[in-house]
T-cell receptor, first 112, second 114 residues
Framework: SQQGEEDPQALSIQEGENATMNCSYKTSINNLQWYRQNSGRGLVHLILIRSNEREKHSGRLRVTLDTSKKSSSLLITASRAADTASYFC????????????FGQGTRLTINP | KAGVTQTPRYLIKTRGQQVTLSCSPISGHRSVSWYQQTPGQGLQFLFE???????NKGNFPGRFSGRQFSNSRSEMNVSTLELGDSALYLC?????????????FGEGSWLTVV
């Protein structure tokens, strides 16, 4: 079963626009990680945000975490065609080990 | 440094056969975990290994097994293959199974069962 739920399931925008994806989860977490997956490929790690952090940046990526609402968002600014991919959030419970629980992902399409 | 390496990348098996997939973690990483990805169920945790010991196991039947070697390399095995085992199998590694470590994934092994 999936703990996380990404919203929207699919997003299509024009190149240069910003893309925002949301993730909600059910149980307390230690940290939350965002991954990108190009079609048929493995997962590429984007950002890890710890439960005591509220915001984190990496290049054109901005991740926020609201533990009171059990939600996170990933913002990609100035999108490029190469950003077309599926994006997943993954959580690990405080009580667990290195066991990630993934959402169903957001399929992002950047139109040139 | 090299990333997580999985072999083979693609394979086709017949129902009833068994398959072994291999994973070499990033150099220095001692924790290895495996995930199954299917269109219907998404990404699901299979198991996690550290210091040659299985620490956690997901909700999969006993046909799915794995092991880790002293050099941290890992293998997973699926016996008596079923059509529903067709999936992308992803291996991930991290420094150690303590909280806060980034988990890196390989390119995966595509298994098709016919």
């Amino acid at each position: 079963s999936q703990q996380g739920e990404e919203d929207p399931q699919a997003l299509s925008i024009q190149e240069g626009e910003n893309a925002t994806m949301n993730c909600s989860y059910k149980t307390s977490i230690n940290n939350l990680q965002w991954y990108r997956q190009n079609s048929g490929r493995g997962l590429v790690h984007l950002i890890l945000i710890r439960s005591n952090e509220r915001e984190k940046h990496s290049g054109r990526l901005r991740v926020t975490l609201d533990t009171s609402k059990k939600s996170s968002s990933l913002l990609i600014t100035a999108s490029r065609a190469a950003d077309t991919a599926s994006y997943f959030c993954a959580t690990d419970g405080i009580q667990g080990a290195q066991k990630l629980v993934f959402g169903q992902g957001t399929r992002l399409t950047i139109n040139p | 440094k090299a990333g997580v390496t999985q072999t083979p990348r693609y394979l086709i098996k017949t129902r009833g056969q068994q398959v072994t997939l291999s994973c070499s973690p990033i150099s220095g990483h001692r924790s290895v975990s495996w995930y199954q990805q299917t269109p219907g169920q998404g990404l699901q945790f299979l198991f996690e290994y550290f210091s040659e010991t299985q620490r956690n196991k997901g909700n999969f039947p006993g046909r799915f097994s794995g092991r880790q070697f002293s050099n941290s390399r890992s293998e997973m095995n699926v016996s008596t293959l079923e059509l529903g085992d067709s999936a992308l199998y992803l291996c991930a590694s991290s420094l150690e199974p303590f909280r806060g470590n980034t988990i890196y994934f390989g390119e995966g092994s595509w298994l098709t069962v016919v």
